[in-house]
Structures are given as structure tokens and as C-alpha cells.
């Protein structure tokens, strides 16, 4: 009995409860919104392709002196996975820019003139000693209905340093680094010529 007691108290006795966090992605890139929309027609956004740890909702980190290996922190998530979360802000951006008559997520009862597909390649946080970093990197093509070849297809690339050591601040520097990749996203879509 004796034995029993000791057991069950080193069982529940002072280990911290660590709590989950959630993280949202919410991104506010303030884009000029096109005086006329550079596609004309229905523009859907297939939601991202993605492989390994930033296919899942964990936050992803890498080291800057092992950038080959890849971590997920325990308890931080997004509230979906990565690819998701950036499939529906892209709409949300697409839509204030007005680069299309109408933007909207991939739905089997819409036609679309226009696809936008996309492969998330980095989604992560570079932990360093003295410069740690967020880095989003994501390969988009915008397709035609009925032409084989893309319209545009192009590899987005930011980095933006990380002010603080907590990952909510990774967070906020991940979601600064998506603003960069969607407002050079929405330029290059504007910059189309008759398409």
C-alpha cells in the first residue's frame, strides 16, 4: 500500500501542466485596390499543396546552424494547417485587390475562368542566438481554363527578422513575411496583360 501511494504521488505530483497554444493567421497587406480587374472572370484558389512538417498544424522551426533538419514545437498550432489558413487570406487579399471579377476557395459548383495553385516549400521559423528569422517560400502558378500553360508561375520567397524570443512572435514575423509574398503576388497578377 505503501508503494502504491509513492507511486500514484510521483505521478501527479509538482509537474507544470503545459497548455496548448493556438495561433490564427491573419494578414492585413493594405493592397491598392486595381481601378479595373486585371482578370476577367472567376478567379479560385485551390488550397496549397504541402509535404512533411508543414503539411500539419504544429509550428514548424529549423536551426540556422542545422538548416537541414526540421522541428515542430509541442504545444503551438495553427488553427489549421499552414496551407489552409494561407489559401483563405490569399482570398481575403485577392478580394480587397479586385485583381479578378470575383475570388473565391475551390468549390465544385463554381466554374472558374482562372486558377491560382500553389506548393508551400518553407513555412517556418529560423531560431538563431543573435538574428532569428521567419521565412515563407511558396511556388504559385495562375492557370487559364482551357490553355495548358500557365500564365504566370513563379517562386515567392521572404524573410523577416523576429523582434523577441517567444514563438507568438515568430508568429506575427511569419504573418509580416506573408504580406510580403502576397503584395508581390497581387503586383505580378496586376501586371498581367490581357490575359
Given at each position: 500500500m505503501?508503494?502504491?501511494?509513492?507511486?500514484?504521488?510521483s505521478?501527479?505530483?509538482?509537474?507544470?501542466?503545459v497548455?496548448?497554444?493556438?495561433y490564427?493567421?491573419?494578414?492585413?497587406?493594405?493592397?491598392?485596390?486595381?481601378?479595373s480587374?486585371?482578370?476577367?472572370?472567376?478567379l479560385?484558389?485551390?488550397?496549397?499543396?504541402?509535404?512533411?512538417?508543414?503539411?500539419?498544424?504544429?509550428?514548424?522551426?529549423?536551426?540556422?546552424?542545422?538548416?537541414?533538419?526540421?522541428?515542430?514545437?509541442?504545444?503551438?498550432?495553427?488553427?489549421?494547417?499552414?496551407?489552409?489558413?494561407?489559401?483563405?487570406?490569399?482570398?481575403?487579399?485577392?478580394?480587397?485587390?479586385?485583381?479578378?471579377?470575383?475570388?473565391?476557395?475551390?468549390?465544385?459548383?463554381?466554374?472558374?475562368?482562372?486558377t491560382?495553385?500553389g506548393?508551400?516549400?518553407?513555412?517556418?521559423?529560423?531560431?538563431?542566438?543573435?538574428?532569428?528569422?521567419?521565412?515563407?517560400?511558396?511556388?504559385?502558378?495562375?492557370?487559364?481554363?482551357?490553355?495548358?500553360?500557365?500564365?504566370?508561375?513563379?517562386?515567392?520567397?521572404?524573410?523577416?527578422?523576429?523582434e523577441?524570443g517567444?514563438?507568438?512572435?515568430?508568429?506575427?514575423?511569419l504573418?509580416?513575411?506573408?504580406?510580403?509574398v502576397?503584395?508581390?503576388?497581387?503586383?505580378?497578377?496586376?501586371?498581367?496583360?490581357?490575359?
Amino acid at each position: 500500500m505503501i508503494f502504491g501511494l509513492l507511486a500514484l504521488s510521483s505521478c501527479g505530483g509538482a509537474g507544470t501542466v503545459v497548455d496548448d497554444h493556438y495561433y490564427r493567421l491573419i494578414t492585413e497587406p493594405n493592397i491598392p485596390v486595381a481601378k479595373s480587374p486585371s482578370l476577367d472572370g472567376l478567379l479560385v484558389v485551390q488550397q496549397f499543396t504541402a509535404d512533411g512538417p508543414h503539411s500539419g498544424r504544429a509550428i514548424v522551426y529549423s536551426r540556422v546552424d542545422e538548416p537541414m533538419e526540421l522541428h515542430s514545437y509541442r504545444y503551438h498550432f495553427w488553427t489549421e494547417p499552414p496551407a489552409r489558413l494561407i489559401q483563405q487570406q490569399l482570398v481575403r487579399s485577392l478580394r480587397q485587390a479586385k485583381v479578378a471579377q470575383a475570388s473565391h476557395q475551390q468549390d465544385p459548383a463554381l466554374r472558374e475562368d482562372y486558377t491560382l495553385v500553389g506548393h508551400l516549400q518553407r513555412f517556418e521559423i529560423v531560431r538563431s542566438p543573435t538574428e532569428p528569422s521567419a521565412v515563407v517560400v511558396m511556388e504559385v502558378s495562375l492557370l487559364k481554363r482551357g490553355q495548358s500553360r500557365p500564365l504566370m508561375a513563379q517562386t515567392y520567397t521572404a524573410e523577416v527578422e523576429i523582434e523577441g524570443g517567444s514563438v507568438s512572435s515568430g508568429v506575427v514575423a511569419l504573418t509580416r513575411a506573408l504580406v510580403q509574398v502576397q503584395r508581390a503576388l497581387i503586383k505580378d497578377i496586376k501586371g498581367l496583360s490581357g490575359p
